[in-house]
């Protein structure tokens, strides 16, 4: 099985300022790679899959990259409704896997 | 409007059994994958077991491989999660959602079912 690590667990972002997470894998997943955001009480929705494609309506201000082992998620000026938690999931191997999650809060 | 709604949950004693369903619409049911995802209270995500759109193929994590069977009714437009033998550790929100492939991402999400193991 597949390990994914996320870091860092919480990151204190201003409103406006750009936010960086990342996400290791144990082994190469290639591009298949998602990331989800999930705020408290909510289901997880999708943001980015294949590593770098926005799912249907997602803003611009949220961009993935990376490949094999190392990705990024970044979001270039956080909105207030930016705030949650982000998980990212690799598909390439069965099981799929996530990682622990990043919390993101105001600062 | 895609909308996947999860019922079925509830309080359950271990070793005890519960099924979930999990209403399909807004999208071709038959033409997707399914998913169950579950959530411990205040931890992270975890993956549980898959269905191929047809209900042919069927996948679950070790965890409950064995106890669990996920299956599909495509004229009703429901997934199901027949649960058995739980324990404790199967405490969580179960979510359904919807794939693209058996192997992929999740596209939809359900809102959740709680289930409660305890006796």
């Known amino acids: 099985e597949i390990v994914m690590t996320q870091s860092p667990a919480t990151l204190s972002v201003s409103p406006g300022e750009r936010a960086t997470l990342s996400c290791r894998a144990s082994q190469s997943v290639s591009s298949n790679l998602a990331w989800y955001q999930q705020k408290p009480g909510q289901a997880p929705r999708l943001l980015i899959y294949?590593?770098?494609t926005r799912a249907t309506g997602i803003p611009a201000r949220f961009s993935g990259s990376g490949s094999g082992t190392e990705f990024t998620l970044t979001i270039s000026s956080l909105q207030s409704e930016d705030f949650a938690v982000y998980y990212c999931?690799?598909?390439?191997?069965?099981?799929?896997?996530f990682g622990p999650g990043t919390k993101v809060d105001i600062k | 409007e895609v909308q996947l709604v999860e019922s079925g949950g509830g309080l359950v004693q271990p070793g005890g059994s519960l099924r979930l369903s999990c209403a399909a619409s807004g999208f071709t049911f038959s033409s997707y994958a399914m998913h169950w995802v579950r959530q411990a209270p205040g931890k992270g995500l975890e993956y549980v077991s898959a269905i191929s759109s047809n209900g042919g193929s069927t996948y679950y994590a070790n965890s409950v491989k064995g106890r669990f069977t996920i299956s599909r009714d495509n004229s009703k437009n429901t997934l199901y999660l027949q649960m058995g033998s739980l324990r404790a550790e199967d405490m969580a929100v179960y979510y359904c959602?919807?794939?693209?492939?058996?192997?992929?991402?999740?596209?939809?999400w359900g809102q959740g079912t709680l289930v409660t193991v305890s006796s």
């Open positions: 294949g590593a770098s």
């Open positions: 999931q690799q598909y390439n191997n069965w099981p799929p896997t």
């Open positions: 959602a919807r794939g693209p492939a058996v192997a992929g991402h999740f596209d939809y």
